[in-house]
C-alpha cells in the first residue's frame, strides 16, 4: 500500500528543479553548509538569523507548508523537532526551555517549502524580527500545536479510474478489498 505521508506532494517537478531548500537538500547548492542531515531530513543555518542559534530543518521531498499536511505527516513533524533540537544540543545549547521551534503559515512563508524554524536562545531572538516568531499566531505555529491539529486531519483521497467498469474507486478501499 502507498504511505500518502511520505510520498503525497503539493508541487511538481518543476517546483522541485527550482526550490532553493530542494537544490539544497539534494546538495546542489553550493552556498549552503549542511550541519546536519536523516535520509529525509537536513538542516542548515538560516541565512537571515534572528537569533544566535537560527537554524532550519527542511524534509528532502518538497512539500510546499505546513498546510499541506495531514494526519499522516504528524512523525515527520516530529522528527524534524528531534533534528532540530539534537542540532542545538550539539552546538552547545543545554537550556531546552529557551528554545522555539515552528513553522510560519500562508501566506508568512518566504520559501515554498515545508520548514522548521529552530532559534535559540528564545529570549535573544532579534526584538526588530521578534513579531515573527510569535507562537500560535496567524503567522507562526509550533511544532506541538501543529501536531495537535494534524490529528484531525484525514489524508486526500487518491482515485484512480478503472477501465473495466468506467468508475472511479479509492486506492485505498482497492487496496484493502473493501
Not at 41 to 66: E, G, K, N
Request: proline residues 4%.
Amino acid at each position: 500500500m502507498e504511505d500518502t505521508a511520505t510520498n503525497w506532494s503539493n508541487s511538481d517537478e518543476n517546483d522541485v528543479e527550482t526550490c532553493i531548500f530542494c537544490l539544497i537538500a539534494n546538495k546542489k547548492d553550493e552556498n549552503t553548509k549542511i550541519i546536519k542531515e536523516t535520509k529525509d531530513l537536513v538542516c542548515f543555518s538560516d541565512i537571515f538569523p534572528c537569533a544566535p542559534h537560527h537554524y532550519l530543518v527542511i524534509p528532502r521531498q518538497h512539500i510546499l507548508s505546513c498546510l499541506s499536511l495531514h494526519k499522516g505527516h504528524i512523525d515527520l513533524v516530529e522528527r524534524m523537532a528531534k533534528l532540530g533540537k539534537d542540532v542545538l544540543h550539539d552546538q552547545g545549547i543545554t537550556d531546552m526551555t529557551d528554545i522555539r521551534l515552528g513553522f510560519h503559515q500562508l501566506p508568512f512563508i518566504s520559501v515554498g517549502h515545508l520548514h522548521l524554524h529552530v532559534l535559540a536562545p528564545a529570549s535573544q531572538i532579534s526584538k526588530y524580527m521578534l513579531y515573527k516568531f510569535i507562537p500560535e499566531t496567524n503567522r507562526f505555529v509550533t511544532e506541538e500545536v501543529l501536531c495537535k491539529r494534524l490529528k484531525s486531519i484525514s489524508p486526500p483521497l487518491r482515485y484512480h479510474y478503472l477501465e473495466n467498469c468506467k468508475l472511479f474507486q479509492c486506492i485505498s478501499c482497492a487496496q484493502t478489498g473493501l
